[in-house]
């Protein structure tokens, strides 16, 4: 897999080389960590990065994992990253469906990933909308992403170190709640993304085409925030032309 660089510089803080920024190793058993440390998660967008993008959808019977989501997950698991989903869910606030629809869409994909080896270490969701329509959650709340509600409050749950952590989402919206929660992020490039309203909080620190992909970017390159890979996908993404720039050999591969 060719992978090129992103523009350094990206951050505004590089990691303190005395800080290791995610597990470089499986946990051992024989030697625990000590219990006030936190651990480094991998926090992931639901829908369009998880599962394919089916809108509004709460059925089970309908949800499909993305190309590449078990090979990611159960690369991020066995190097000892908790897995844990952050998800917009405006069908609530929008009246579309009740929150107790979620719960069942939550034990289906505990189920998927069960089989495959891969434990869920949380599922999050934001039921508002400010716009919604159903009175109690038509709310502008700090836990609709582009807000990092989400992400913090399943850190603190958790004992999360946010500052070693990771959010892998589908839009800009997913990368500015992972920057704004101060994780590291990776932008999945499947032409989800519209609008494109790019900004320094919306910069991800790199860009893949699939979560198999960002797994492998995030065990290979966890301490080089600056110099990560990006993986061009979309034509409409403006990280294909930085991508294509940056590294000549990939230029010509697809
Ligand atoms: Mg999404
Ligand atoms: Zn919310």
Known sequence: MAVSRLEPGTRSVPPSP????????????????????????????????????????????????????????????????????????????????????????????????????VPLAGFYYCPHHPDGSVARYAVACGCRKPAAGLIERAARDREIDLGSSWMVGDILHDVEAGRAASCRTILLDVGHETEWKVTPARTPDAVAPDLATAARLILEHGAAVASLGAVERSAASPFRSLARASDPADAGSR
């Open 18 to 117: 005395s800080t290791p920024l995610i597990p470089s190793a499986p946990p051992n058993p024989s030697t625990p960590p000590a219990p006030d440390s936190r651990r480094a998660a991998v926090f992931l967008d639901k829908d369009g990065t998880l599962v394919e993008d089916v809108p509004y959808n709460v059925d089970p019977a309908l949800i499909r994992l993305t190309r590449g989501a078990i090979e990611g997950l159960l690369t991020l698991h066995r190097a000892g990253f908790p897995l844990i989903v952050v998800s917009n869910q405006s069908g609530v606030a929008r009246g579309l469906f009740d929150e107790a629809a979620l719960g069942p869409v939550e034990a289906r994909l505990r189920e998927l990933l069960g089989a495959a080896g």
